[in-house]
């Protein structure tokens, strides 16, 4: 997912949410959002200036899952993860002749698959954050690494050197530290993978999930968005199923890594929504307004469209025009986050609350607000645990 711009504590189970606490107040958005239903969370994270929202997304929903089993509140490093799939990524665009992903971006299959083969460390021990900053910024770090990668793919000496590996390693240690062979924590020594096998989680139990009409469905396949570059394979589900597992998980207490476009001009993060509004059309208008819309021009159009002072009608999303906006490339795969609640705005509409990884000082403290008719139009896929998705759809794409 590309970079684009720069969860809450109480039971391990899925609660329903005080409106005393979790109402905001309508006079500065228009909105009035009321928590229904809340997973237990971690904190709010920042990933600042660097394009790392997959990982940030991946691990948080991992320390959900360890709190939600344990009751345990962890903070993992998400830099840890980073590096290692910089390391993947350098490898196979190598030997792919430079044809395969190289950015900063991931998928929501690069946390699990670095968990399972590299294991996974907390915060404390390796923050990443080793070039004199407090936040991460990448900017730097990645323009140097493109410039290694691609000097190294154009193979100035007919053929590799031996120490192009060690080189790219050199200056992810350099930026984010060496990762420790072994660490203390608690008053007891791991390695990142027997860290990882403490905290009781299996890969095996996390699935991802999709839903487009140019696979078949009920069938894995690989999802074509760049920053896949593991070529990872999602199943494939009908739309009402794909929201159904979301509803199932978030009432049973499991919250669910989010993969959208967040591009459109209805998401409002400051104000902390997403909507997708439905346009006017002159059939809506009396005289008096009609006359004034044609004299408009597109743009003034456009931005009294998405000019929202509250709840308002949004588009209806179908199977089919789902499927011709990520044909046309209307959505794409801009953004990893964590959906951990369900809630209501004042005239009863339904939301998804979602949890980002872009600081707390926004609106709702760095969570906000998804309609259904956004998560429906514009979510690329999600990660959710096995557990969390109903028999009935389990069956049909081989989950047990």
Sequence with gaps: MRYFASLIIGLSIATSASADNNTADSDSTGFTFTDVTIVKTTSVKDQNKSGTCWCFAGTSFFEDEILRKTGQELD???MFTVRYCYTEKAD???????????????SILDVPYVWERYGTIPEEVYNGLNYGEEKHNHGELHGVLGAYMRTINSNPNKKLST???KGFEGILDAYF?????????????YTPQSYAQSLGLNMNDYVAVSSFTHHPFYKPFVLEVADNWLWGQYQNVKLDELKAIVDNAIEKGYSVVWAADVSEKGFKWREGYALMPKAKTESDMDGTELSRWVTLSDKDRE??????????????VTQESRQEMFDRLETTDDHGMVII???TDQEGNRYYKVKNSWDTNQVYGGYFYVSEAYFLAKTVSILVNKEAIPSGIASKIGVK
């Design 177 to 189: 530290g060496d990762i420790p062979e072994t660490f203390t924590y608690n008053g007891k020594t």
């Design 303 to 316: 931005d009294e469209m998405y000019a929202i002072n509250g709840p308002t009608e949004e588009i209806t």
């Design 341 to 343: 609640g369900i809630a």
């Design 76 to 78: 993992l490093s998400e």
């Design 92 to 106: 196979r665009y190598v030997r792919m002749y430079g044809s395969t992903q190289f950015s900063p971006g991931g």
């Design 163 to 165: 120490a192009w590996r």
